[in-house]
């Protein structure tokens, strides 16, 4: 086994070609967005992980525009800089992800709040057959301070278990940044989001995929900058809301329409009063009868019909939007 990182290696003098073609057991992935004050202390703490535990890896910084000097640290400590055009944490990743020379994956978070010293508790399980090993900071402990309260107590959890119910997943941190899975494991997710949602997919494509995930408890500490988090509550939480509910259209259609067509059976029978003053809750009735049954009846559908109609419509919705643009 080659118990030298490549991190290592590469302070050693050894030309990049050479680096290159090695393979290694861990690829470290971190996305990385201006984070000069913390970089060289998350790498470190990566690379002495490796070292003390005589796992060959290499360290990749995936980087899109950072302007604070991160990749000229993250090259003077030796890790591999991987410049993604494209913006967002999960191109990032995915950029990084595609250069991995590893067997085993581990991606963290680039601002100290997570414990790089865990890479040999998510490795090992991946050794014994696990295809992802999610970090759950709930479990291992979070520090004072380093989790905002509205994401403790209402973000995390919701999301959560809204995932599980929806997907039947057994992680209980969606969300968790710091994880492990296997090259192979990873290509057959096939992941696409870009932004945030990027950790809700990994876990839902696993389930789907029916792969085998592990637990691993992984404290958070609060993160060791200045500025604040490149993540916004509401905007990224709601795009991982959109993620769960796009992924799942019997979540998304069948159940909100039988539930509304259950609702509207229920008023149109057995209100009286309601149904027998016109300026009531009539109307409001039949538009959620009708509302359920036309979610049913397009769940229904067949998948390649659902998908024509979808075209159709987004073809005829541009081609008016085209039209109006040229009338003004
Ligand atoms: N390359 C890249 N990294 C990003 C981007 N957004 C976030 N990151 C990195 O992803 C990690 C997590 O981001 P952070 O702002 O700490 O989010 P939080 O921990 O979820 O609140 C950090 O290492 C960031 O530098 C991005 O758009 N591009
Ligand atoms: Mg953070």
């Known amino acids: ?71 000229e640290i993250a090259e003077r400590m030796g890790a591999r800089v991987v410049d993604v055009t494209r913006k967002g944490y999960g191109s990032a990743l995915m950029g990084g992800i595609q250069q991995a020379r590893g067997q085993y994956i581990v991606m963290g978070d680039a601002d100290m709040s997570y414990d790089f010293g865990d890479i040999p508790k ?18 291992g402990g979070i520090q004072p301070g380093a989790m905002p309260p509205l994401h403790r107590y209402l973000g995390n959890p919701v999301l959560t278990s809204i995932g599980r119910i929806f997907y039947k997943s057994p992680s209980s941190d969606f969300h968790c940044g710091l994880r492990a899975f296997t090259k192979s ?61 796009l992924y799942s259209p019997r979540w998304l259609f069948l159940y909100p329409g039988l539930l509304l067509m259950i609702a509207g059976i229920y008023l149109v029978f057995y209100i009286h009063k309601l149904i027998t003053d016109p300026n009531g809750l009539l109307p409001l009735m039949c538009i959620g009868f009708v509302l359920g ?36």
């Not at 290159?20 to 057991?25: D, R, T, Y």
């Not at 998510?122 to 479990?139: E, K, T």
């Not at 696993?206 to 637990?215: D, Y």
């Not at 009846?297 to 541009?318: A, Q």
Request: hydrophobic letters at 45%.
């Open 185 to 245: 494991a990873y290509d057959r997710m096939d992941l696409r989001t870009t932004g945030m949602e990027f950790a809700s997919e990994m876990v839902v494509k696993a389930a789907v995929l029916e792969m085998k995930l592990i637990e691993a408890p992984t404290k958070l500490r609060p993160d060791g900058r200045s500025r604040a988090p490149h993540l916004r509550s509401w905007r990224d939480g709601w795009r991982h809301l959109r993620f769960l509910l």
């Open 293 to 328: 049954l036309v979610f049913l009846l397009w769940m229904m559908l067949p998948k390649g019909l659902r998908h024509m109609l979808s075209r159709v419509g987004r073809f005829i919705f541009r081609r008016n939007s085209k039209e109006a643009q040229h009338k003004h």
């Open 122 to 139: 998510l490795v090992s399980p991946l050794r014994q057959g696990a295809d992802i090993v999610m970090g759950n900071r709930f479990r």
């Open 1 to 71: 086994m080659v118990t030298a990182t490549i991190a290592s290696v590469s302070r050693k003098g050894d030309s990049r070609e050479a680096i290159a073609s090695e393979s290694v057991e861990v690829s470290v992935v971190m996305p990385c967005l201006n984070e000069a004050e913390t970089l060289a202390a998350c790498i470190a703490e990566a690379q002495e992980a490796l070292e003390n535990h005589d796992i060959s890896g290499e360290i990749i910084i995936a980087d899109n525009g950072s302007t604070d000097g991160s990749q």
